[in-house]
């Protein structure tokens, strides 16, 4: 049977995060004295009253959390946090229609960064800082967040972890998952501070620099202008904007090794990591050819504009430093390549991932042996350790799901009419939490408010099942997972 009332307990906890998190917009709103100020007082009280009545729900629990139970509250988590992130833009009138203010909430909390803002320059200050929030907070999960500095809220918590952590293999600092999730949470936040501090020595004002350095380690893309950091015309910006967003897409436990135990044969070594790189060079050289060639971009702008989209793309954060819808079609399919190959596992950024991409080389090549050897024994090895056979099987198995979702969504969106280019990126983009398309009706610069509102359901619906990596979602709609046993 599901634990209903440790569940609830779960969520009442929770959603009292969430109340703090709308206090600190609140003083945001507070110190700008603008109209938003009771939009966000009304949202926490709103939610505090929701975390009450969970907790209430929840009294006297039994604490044991079954595998079951964590898939449960891992998705439910997300949708609720969803539901009452949308108030603050609903009281104010800022969004004053649900379905794009959800939508809005589930693109901050998966850091998909797509939004329906037309001018999101209008908005006040907390509003901003809100959407910024949202995703910095979801970059390394809103369950994982809450396992770091609250350890004891979450009982079960490794089972939590293997529902909401993103890779077909999980990558820990530290025998004890508190430890661990400290560790890498403080990583994160080492790493947007200096993100943030290099913003600001660059030029930009410390609000605009907070809400960028948020965005970008967590790859998520929402920004305080609607022409993103092409707003600056900063050739310094946008290095800082590639670098960061590069980091932010390597494996957070990678990096600690490399960076902070200072080995880097550590991160050169790694398969994983190696493809990353790869990709993003292939990628870079290949793009910035076709602009010098088809566009007429002189080298350093060619190199720059390119490199930037690339890692973009790639770490699927949706900063852009130009408008590649104006670019020539080659280009969409390789950004749409990287857009589907994502970077690392263990980082904030979404797609198919690069560890998987690995595995699924290896075992191609495995198969091309097997054909000339057909009773050899060829295992897979990623980074000098045996990949189990049922992890094999996973793998695929999510392959074989990822793309036939993105195939099943699209075709839905091309019988409710939306373009076949705009269908086919729209889905990519919400499945591999992108946010830009490469369509002609909704570009990479263009915001998605022209979407029917069935389609920006099924869009909100995508982005979940995509920062959930599809199984954690689906698999609480098959008929096994009900039974008691």
């Not at 022409?227 to 310094?236: A, I, M, N, Q, V």
């Not at 819808?325 to 950024?349: D, E, K, R, Y």
Request: charged content about 10%; aromatic content about 12%.
């Amino acid at each position: 049977m599901v634990n209903y009332r440790l569940l609830s307990k779960i969520l009442g906890q929770l959603l009292f995060i969430e109340a703090f998190m709308m206090l600190v917009c609140l003083g945001t709103a507070f110190y700008y004295a603008e109209d938003d100020v009771f939009s966000f007082l009304v949202s926490m009280l709103i939610t505090i009253a929701g975390g009450l009545v969970f907790r209430y729900l929840g009294r006297n629990p039994d604490n044991r959390l079954s595998r079951r139970d964590a898939y449960i509250v891992v998705t439910a988590t997300w949708i609720i946090f969803s539901v009452f992130g949308m108030f603050p833009y609903l009281i104010g009138g800022y969004i004053p229609n649900i379905s794009d203010a959800y939508f809005e909430t589930m693109s901050g909390f998966t850091t998909t960064g797509a939004s329906i803002l037309d001018d999101v320059e209008h908005m006040p200050h907390g509003i901003l800082f809100w959407r910024s929030m949202t995703q910095w907070i979801g970059g390394l999960g809103i369950v994982f967040f809450t396992i770091a500095i609250l350890p004891s809220i979450v009982g079960g918590s490794m089972k939590v972890f293997a529902a909401e952590a993103t890779g077909p293999i999980k990558s820990k600092l530290h025998p004890r998952l508190s430890t661990s999730a400290k560790w890498i949470w403080s990583i994160y936040t080492v790493l947007t501070l200096a993100c943030l501090v290099a913003f600001a020595l660059a030029g930009m004002g410390w609000y605009d620099s907070v809400n960028y350095s948020m965005t970008t380690t967590a790859t998520g893309g929402f920004a305080p202008h609607n022409d993103s950091l092409l707003h600056f015309h900063s050739p310094l910006i946008e290095y800082i904007g590639i670098s960061f967003q590069f980091l932010a897409g390597i494996n957070f436990v990678l990096l600690y090794t490399a960076l902070f135990k200072g080995k880097l044969m550590a991160l050169l070594s790694n398969s994983e990591f190696r493809l990353y790189l790869a990709v993003v060079s292939i990628a870079t050289i290949w793009i910035m050819y076709l602009l010098i060639v088809k566009n007429g971009y002189m080298l350093e702008e060619a190199f720059r504009c390119a490199l930037f989209q690339v890692v973009s793309f790639i770490t699927t954060t949706g900063l852009f430093n130009d408008d590649a819808g104006q670019w020539p079609h080659l280009t969409w399919v390789i950004l749409g390549i990287c857009m589907f190959v994502g970077a690392c596992a263990g980082s904030t950024s979404g797609g198919f991932k690069c560890i998987r991409s690995v595995m699924v080389l290896k075992v191609i090549r495995n198969e091309f042996k097997h054909i000339l050897h057909p009773n050899a024994v060829l295992p897979v090895k990623v980074n000098g350790q045996h990949v189990p056979q049922d992890k094999i099987l996973s793998l695929m198995s999510y392959l074989a799901v990822f793309v036939l979702m993105c195939l099943f969504v699209a075709t839905l969106m091309i019988a409710i009419g939306i373009d076949h280019t705009n269908a086919i990126t729209i889905s990519l983009s919400c499945v591999s939490n992108v946010g830009p398309t490469l369509g002609t009706d909704i570009g990479p610069v263009m915001s998605w408010s022209s979407l029917p509102e069935s389609v920006k359901w099924m869009c909100s619906l995508l982005m979940l099942m995509g920062r959930l990596e599809i199984m954690t979602v689906l698999v609480i709609f098959t008929p096994t997972f009900w039974k008691d046993n």
